[in-house]
């Protein structure tokens, strides 16, 4: 599950309504989510959880579950 | 009996010969690829037969084209092969495994500028210090920034953890040789190519129809469009462009946009085509590029296999350690990726130029997007077609003009053609021309027409050779190849990106 906090940073960078957001959803496939609109999401996230992320970890996720998974374990 | 002369003369197509690769639209590769299909159908069942087979094959195809030095080739398969399983065994040392990625791709690029970029460096030097160091004899081997940028991908995907490192250096070594696609691409990620390698054959119908329309297609924009409106007007002004006006300096702009994409394009068709008659699906490489509506959007439709790589691999780096800069962080991101994508078109200026000015319009659009949505609202034509229209007319343009520093011989060259255009158009010149070229107007007509054909028909054109019986496939293919021979300029044109 993506968490609804998770969810709703990503829609509001995205000035998105609503949008499902799986695990298994990829950043390319969510409206407005391109290459270069990642850094703001990416940062949007980083500002509400208080986490800085290594750029690593960030250029392995593969999708949206990835990123939960990477916040869950910077956050506890 | 056979006399010497004739014997020699087979035993010379064996051999390699400087500067005469098999390319895919001469004659030598038809007969090599048709014999090579012979023993590919007859051996279908086994797998071991037919990965060994395309590996002597792909080897063969790129001694043909480089001498001895297809052992690059080996060498470049065995170090990346262990250089994976290395990175992938280094566990959870994540000290280690960086060390070991960074000494990988240290001796990838480190072979490829010793290859290309030695003497252009030699030169900078030079320049720099007024000194005088000779240029070295060093032979380029084709394809090298190609093969070099697929096992690199390789590397850092096994870094990344999008995939396991590859257990078989057998298959490994296929993937990095593959010869449809060693010489200019596409640049094939191993997540996506390696699985197939490993599957039983199967080759589904519409792979042949799909196959033969590519084939067909790409040789037509190699041969008939790039080479006759090359050889015949667009070279002879791009070599001199003084001695012409403004008005066919204007043309040879609208042409070489057109060459370089039939050029290019054309050859990842055709070697997408061929991969397909095998039963291997390579990456699609280009995709209407002109029908984009800024550059960013272009070079998602470009050489999509090497803008994607440059995403994943420089620009997703850059653009995260830049993150804190926003949008000041994207730009820089996109300046340095695409310098670096310019001189990886090529050892010289004008490419590195032409590279930062494609990431320079990038950045500029990146800092204006939001005034200009607002100036668009305000007008009330955000959406709109008429919108569209414009935006696809002033992309395509910026890009022409981009082009010519791409094509020219030189910074000097390219600012005379513009000069020209400006300053010595001689619009009058313009009946004369469709009286003297009316064969190149009409294909670079025609040309852009094709190429702003909706893909809804070019899938249903290729649907349909799909359906047709395999004898009339291979009937179509045959009278296309015939069509080609006859359109077949007296000179062959190397295929441009082929220096690369």
Same mark, same amino acid.
């Given at each position: 599950?993506?968490?609804?906090?998770?969810?709703?940073?990503?829609?509001?960078?995205?000035?998105?309504?609503?949008?499902?957001?799986?695990?298994?959803?990829?950043?390319?496939?969510?409206?407005?989510?391109?290459?270069?609109?990642?850094?703001?999401?990416?940062?949007?996230?980083?500002?509400?959880?208080?986490?800085?992320?290594?750029?690593?970890?960030?250029?392995?996720?593969?999708?949206?579950?990835?990123?939960?998974?990477?916040?869950?374990?910077?956050?506890? | 009996?056979?006399?010497?002369? &004739?014997?020699?003369?087979?035993?010379?197509?064996?051999?390699?010969?400087?500067?005469?690769?098999?390319?895919?639209?001469?004659?030598?590769?038809?007969?090599?690829?048709?014999?090579?299909?012979?023993?590919?159908?007859?051996?279908?069942?086994?797998?071991?037969?037919?990965?060994?087979?395309?590996?002597?094959?792909?080897?063969?195809?790129?001694?043909?084209?480089?001498? #001895?030095?297809?052992?690059?080739?080996? $060498?470049?398969?065995?170090?990346?092969?262990?250089?994976?399983?290395?990175?992938?065994?280094?566990?959870?040392?994540?000290?280690?495994?960086?060390?070991?990625?960074?000494?990988?791709?240290?001796?990838?690029?480190?072979?490829?500028?010793?290859?290309?970029?030695?003497?252009?460096?030699?030169?900078? /030097?030079?320049?720099?210090?007024?000194?005088?160091?000779? *240029? #070295?004899? @060093?032979?380029?081997?084709?394809?090298?920034?190609?093969?070099?940028?697929?096992?690199?991908?390789? +590397?850092?995907? +096994?870094?990344?953890?999008?995939?396991?490192?590859?257990?078989?250096?057998?298959?490994?070594?296929?993937?990095?040789?593959?010869?449809?696609?060693?010489?200019?691409?596409?640049?094939?990620?191993?997540?996506? $190519?390696?699985?197939? /390698?490993?599957? &039983?054959?199967?080759?589904?119908?519409?792979?042949?129809?799909?196959?033969?329309?590519?084939?067909?297609?790409?040789?037509?924009?190699?041969?008939?469009?790039?080479?006759? @409106?090359? %050889?015949?007007?667009?070279?002879?002004?791009?070599?001199?462009?003084?001695?012409?006006?403004?008005?066919?300096?204007?043309?040879?702009?609208?042409?070489?946009?057109?060459?370089?994409?039939?050029?290019?394009?054309?050859?990842? &068709?055709?070697?997408?085509? =061929?991969?397909?008659?095998?039963?291997?699906?390579?990456?699609?490489?280009?995709?209407?590029?002109?029908?984009?509506?800024? !550059?960013?959007?272009?070079?998602?439709?470009?050489?999509?296999?090497?803008?994607?790589?440059?995403?994943?691999?420089?620009?997703?780096?850059?653009?995260?350690? $830049?993150?804190?800069?926003?949008?000041?962080?994207?730009?820089?991101?996109?300046?340095?990726?695409?310098?670096?994508?310019?001189?990886?078109?090529?050892?010289?200026?004008?490419?590195?130029?032409?590279?930062?000015?494609?990431?320079?319009?990038?950045?500029?659009?990146?800092?204006?997007?939001?005034?200009?949505?607002?100036?668009?609202?305000?007008?009330?034509?955000?959406?709109?077609? +008429?919108?569209?229209?414009?935006?696809?007319?002033?992309?395509?343009?910026?890009?022409? /003009?981009?082009?010519?520093?791409?094509?020219?011989?030189?910074?000097?060259?390219?600012?005379?053609?513009?000069?020209?255009?400006?300053?010595?158009?001689?619009?009058? /010149?313009? *009946?004369?021309? %469709?009286?003297?070229?009316? +064969?190149?107007?009409?294909? @670079? @007509?025609?040309?852009? !027409?094709?190429?702003?054909?909706?893909?809804?028909?070019?899938?249903?054109?290729?649907?349909? =050779?799909?359906?047709?019986?395999? *004898?009339?496939?291979?009937?179509?293919?045959?009278?296309?190849?015939? %069509?080609?021979?006859?359109?077949?300029?007296? &000179?062959?044109?190397?295929?441009?990106?082929?220096?690369?």
């Amino acid at each position: 599950m993506i968490s609804e906090r998770l969810k709703k940073t990503i829609l509001a960078v995205l000035n998105l309504e609503d949008y499902n957001i799986t695990r298994d959803t990829k950043a390319t496939e969510v409206p407005g989510w391109d290459s270069l609109n990642h850094i703001n999401v990416i940062l949007a996230v980083e500002k509400e959880y208080q986490v800085r992320f290594k750029n690593i970890e960030i250029l392995k996720l593969k999708n949206i579950g990835d990123l939960q998974n990477l916040v869950d374990s910077k956050v506890s | 009996m056979f006399s010497n002369i &004739d014997l020699e003369k087979l035993l010379s197509l064996f051999k390699y010969i400087p500067d005469d690769p098999l390319l895919f639209s001469t004659a030598e590769f038809l007969f090599f690829f048709f014999a090579f299909l012979v023993f590919y159908a007859a051996f279908s069942k086994s797998r071991n037969f037919r990965v060994y087979l395309i590996i002597v094959f792909s080897l063969f195809f790129y001694y043909k084209a480089a001498g #001895l030095y297809f052992l690059l080739l080996v $060498f470049s398969s065995v170090f990346n092969f262990y250089a994976g399983k290395s990175i992938q065994s280094s566990g959870e040392s994540y000290l280690k495994k960086k060390m070991l990625l960074i000494a990988s791709v240290a001796v990838n690029i480190g072979v490829l500028f010793y290859f290309k970029y030695t003497n252009f460096f030699i030169d900078i /030097v030079n320049h720099i210090k007024s000194s005088a160091i000779t *240029p #070295l004899d @060093i032979f380029l081997p084709v394809g090298i920034s190609f093969f070099t940028f697929k096992a690199l991908s390789y +590397v850092i995907d +096994v870094y990344l953890e999008k995939m396991e490192a590859e257990k078989s250096f057998r298959d490994f070594l296929l993937y990095v040789s593959f010869f449809p696609n060693i010489l200019a691409g596409p640049i094939d990620r191993a997540p996506e $190519f390696l699985p197939q /390698v490993k599957q &039983d054959l199967q080759i589904p119908e519409i792979y042949i129809g799909r196959g033969i329309f590519l084939i067909i297609s790409g040789l037509f924009k190699k041969v008939v469009i790039a080479d006759y @409106i090359g %050889v015949n007007f667009v070279d002879r002004i791009f070599e001199m462009p003084t001695r012409y006006t403004g008005v066919e300096n204007l043309l040879a702009v609208y042409g070489y946009a057109l060459k370089v994409y039939c050029d290019f394009s054309g050859y990842s &068709d055709i070697a997408i085509g =061929i991969a397909l008659l095998m039963g291997f699906k390579l990456m699609e490489n280009f995709n209407s590029p002109y029908q984009a509506s800024s !550059i960013a959007e272009f070079w998602r439709r470009w050489h999509i296999s090497l803008s994607s790589w440059f995403l994943d691999y420089l620009f997703r780096p850059l653009q995260m350690k $830049f993150r804190s800069l926003r949008t000041l962080g994207n730009a820089s991101a996109l300046i340095v990726t695409f310098l670096i994508c310019g001189l990886w078109h090529g050892a010289s200026y004008t490419f590195v130029l032409w590279g930062a000015v494609h990431g320079l319009m990038m950045a500029i659009a990146l800092f204006t997007k939001k005034p200009r949505q607002k100036f668009y609202e305000k007008l009330g034509i955000s959406n709109s077609k +008429v919108l569209h229209a414009f935006q696809v007319f002033i992309t395509f343009h910026l890009i022409a /003009v981009t082009w010519v520093l791409f094509g020219a011989a030189n910074f000097s060259a390219a600012m005379d053609m513009f000069s020209q255009i400006f300053s010595y158009f001689k619009g009058g /010149v313009f *009946p004369q021309f %469709v009286q003297a070229y009316p +064969v190149v107007l009409a294909l @670079i @007509i025609t040309g852009y !027409i094709l190429h702003f054909v909706p893909k809804s028909v070019e899938l249903k054109v290729s649907e349909l =050779i799909t359906r047709t019986p395999l *004898p009339a496939k291979a009937f179509i293919l045959a009278v296309a190849i015939w %069509v080609v021979a006859q359109a077949k300029s007296a &000179d062959l044109q190397p295929f441009i990106y082929f220096q690369f």
